[in-house]
């Protein structure tokens, strides 16, 4: 265990050390890395370090000190915009400026308004919402994954029966696997049921919900509304869609994406009295079929959650972005470190080519 210790210890010092010495030496900085590219930075949900510490997920959650260390980084390297602004200043080509970086929240959760909104105000930024519509009609129901989520941690946390073993079993089935000794890993558990079809995984919460006590919900565990995206509105940020129910695009028929892409669209923009102009693929999924209908749909852009920037010439309708975990921008001690967020962003980060491996754990990488 100690030496597992040492060894964890020494890997975290240095990754500290190779991100100093690259940011010393100007090697990762943003203007020299990023200038004539469209980067897009996403968050999740903004909760305070209480909330965070209810909330399954963490690795979808920064808090608002976290937030504002990383928007203090932005706006120090870069011109920041909400996504349809930022297309336009990419679309013109090199302008001699800054490097381009579009702010985007994924989800539409109320803590986006109360905890963000004030941080970006803050900065002086304005951002890109990427909104289910389906909270225009019920606020109350949670978006799959955090239903999922809250299920197997509270199932987890019973003292194990036939009945809660069996469930927690089957979310590893369909992979192959066996269940696990000891604690379920959330995170695992939740990314095997990706494989399920909406309709296998709204089973099987609802055979866990039926078998749990009712949850308490927290007051900040909710939607943003009507009013509140219109303040955003008024307020210079933009609103996107992000589907209507948030599905795995791919698993759906071509009734349902035409309803999720373009009906989610269409509600959007009958509420709030403004254009819809781009697009967020649930769970960064798509495929051949999917896009052609967002680019149909008369959506400007899309973005996906393949980790990187993107280029002149990028297809806008499957744009890059970087997805911050806050635990990957810390440094050894637990403080932001913005050596290794420039780094991680920079394209030489290893293993970060292709995907950010930024989703839903909370774990140190």
């Known amino acids: 265990m100690a030496f ?3 060894i964890a210890s020494f890997k975290a010092l240095a990754r500290d050390v190779c991100g100093q010495v690259l940011s010393l030496s100007g090697v990762t900085a943003p203007a020299t890395r990023l200038r004539e590219r469209l980067s897009i930075i996403t968050f999740h ?3 305070t370090e209480s909330q965070r510490r209810l909330y399954p997920l963490p690795g979808l959650a920064v808090t608002p000190d976290e937030l504002d260390a990383h928007l203090a980084f932005a706006t ?4 920041c915009l909400p996504l349809k602004s930022a297309l336009d200043l990419w679309s013109n080509g090199p302008d001699g400026g800054p490097p381009i970086l579009a702010i985007t929240f994924d989800d539409g959760q109320l803590d986006n308004f109360q905890n963000a909104l004030p941080v970006l105000e803050k900065n002086r930024v304005a951002a890109s919402f990427y909104v289910p519509s389906q909270i225009l009609e019920d606020a109350s129901r949670p978006l799959w994954h955090d239903a999922l989520a809250v299920c197997i941690g509270r199932l987890d946390a019973l003292t194990p029966t036939p009945q809660s073993e069996a469930m927690l079993a089957e979310l590893y089935a369909s992979s192959g696997l066996a269940r ?3 604690r379920v890993h959330v995170e695992s558990a939740l990314e095997s049921t990706k494989m399920w079809s909406a309709s296998q995984r709204r089973h099987w919460i609802e055979r866990a919900q039926d078998s749990l006590p ?6 900040w ?7 509140q995206m219109k303040t955003l509105l008024a307020r210079g940020h933009e609103i996107g869609s992000h589907s209507h129910s948030h599905p795995l695009l791919p698993h759906c028929t071509d ?4 309803d999720e892409i373009v009906g989610s669209r269409r509600r959007l923009e009958a509420a709030l009295g403004a254009d819809v102009t781009t697009f967020c693929y649930p769970n960064g999924s798509l495929d051949a079929r999917s896009l052609a209908m967002v680019r149909q749909a008369g959506y400007r852009a899309a973005v ?3 980790w990187g920037s993107n280029p002149q010439g990028q297809d806008p309708f499957q744009l890059q972005r970087f997805d911050m975990n806050a635990s990957h921008t810390k440094d050894r001690k637990g403080g932001f470190s913005a050596a290794r967020l420039a780094w991680r962003i920079s394209g030489l980060h290893p293993g970060l080519t292709r995907s950010g491996s930024d989703s839903y754990s909370g774990a140190a990488a």
């Open 180 to 182: 696990p000794a000891g």
């Open 255 to 258: 009734g349902e994406l035409e």
């Open 76 to 79: 120090r390297h870069f011109r």
């Open 45 to 47: 949900r903004v909760l």
């Open 4 to 6: 597992m210790t040492a």
């Open 214 to 219: 009712v949850p308490v919900r927290h007051p």
């Open 304 to 306: 996906t959650t393949r």
């Open 221 to 227: 565990d909710g939607f943003m509304d009507v009013k």
